[in-house]
């Protein structure tokens, strides 16, 4: 073997030797740490988080409505992100990927099951952003917990004050509309999604509306990505709980967004009276906007939110 041949070969050794090793190191170990997207509530129950954007950015956390996940905030998230926002999202317990406890499913502890989410992302000075039952489980918060981690508060075709009619509020919407919801749920909770989102969920029951079969399946998969009983309980939970004292304690600045032709939530008795409950807080009406404007409203919402937000 010749001299040059010899020191080619160790070059090819050394060269092969230091390939071995880098792509060694590249592999990762059982040690190695894997971030987790779950937090623990104080029951244990895993409530699955999305943390998306910068995480030294200012906080928005997002509340979503019944039978939904966090997806259901996918527009707003993206773009706020891409404006430099840290954005959290987590799937309420017995929804999306979230577990489904037996027990649990009420707004108490869907407010607590927050504060856990909060606690567990370090989370100060944040707006807390809620979507009809998600408005009510932001309003329990503040009214189980406070303010001390809340800069601002959004409440977009929430179910606050109260949603139901009762004997202090004759006005809600009429108890029949809770026991037809219900039953639907048990007999055939699948087409009760259909029907919801096909119909007066997006407006696609108003003459002359654009429908949209992606946003309807959307809201049917992630509805029933759910589970049976928590959607079911949800349902007295968003119906009837009575948030008036709940929003008495809101001392941040407040945004109300919320569609005038809401088929879902009426507007007459959830927005325009959350707006007057809430010292301080400014009514953004969407005009024909219907309950799902997270979606269909997506880029006014948007800016609007980015326009709260910034200030």
Excluded: C
């Excluded at 929804?95 to 009420?106: C, V």
């Excluded at 946003?215 to 759910?226: I, L, R, T």
Aim: no cysteine; hydrophobic share 40%; charged share 20%.
């Amino acid at each position: 073997m010749s001299a040059f041949t010899r020191l080619a070969l160790a070059a090819a050794l050394a060269v092969s030797g230091f390939a071995v090793q880098t792509q060694a190191s590249a592999v990762p170990t059982a040690a190695a740490a894997v971030a987790s997207p779950y937090v623990a509530a104080a029951d244990g129950t895993p409530l699955y988080v999305k943390d998306w954007g910068p995480k030294n950015g200012p906080v928005v956390v997002f509340n979503h409505g019944w039978p939904l996940s966090a997806d259901s905030w996918e527009s707003q998230m993206q773009f706020l992100a891409e404006h430099g926002y840290r954005v959290i999202a987590h799937d309420r317990r017995g929804h999306g990927r979230s577990g489904q406890p037996w027990a649990g499913n009420t707004m108490d502890q869907y407010a607590d099951d927050l504060d856990a989410v909060l606690r567990a992302k370090d989370v100060k000075r944040a707006t807390l952003v809620g979507f009809s039952t998600g408005g009510g489980e932001v309003a329990r918060y503040i009214g189980r917990h406070g303010t001390a981690r809340v800069a601002k508060v959004v409440l977009v075709a929430a179910v606050t004050p109260i949603m139901g009619a009762s004997a202090t509020h004759p006005e809600g919407v009429p108890e029949a509309v809770f026991d037809s919801l219900r039953k639907a749920s048990l007999d055939n909770r699948a087409q009760l999604y259909k029907d919801i989102a096909g119909g007066p969920f997006f407006g696609f029951n108003r003459p002359g509306a654009k429908v949209s079969a992606g946003q309807a399946d959307s809201f049917y998969v992630q509805g029933m990505q759910a589970g049976a009983k928590a959607t079911y309980e949800s349902v007295e939970a968003f119906f009837h709980s009575d948030f008036r004292e709940d929003l008495k304690k809101v001392n941040v600045p407040t945004l109300v967004i919320h569609g005038a032709d809401d088929q879902i939530v009426p507007i007459e008795t959830t927005g325009r009276a959350t707006a007057k409950l809430v010292k301080g807080a400014r009514l953004i009406e969407y005009a024909g906007g219907p309950h799902g404007i997270t979606d269909t409203h997506k880029n006014r919402l948007n800016q609007d939110l980015l326009d709260f937000v910034s200030k």
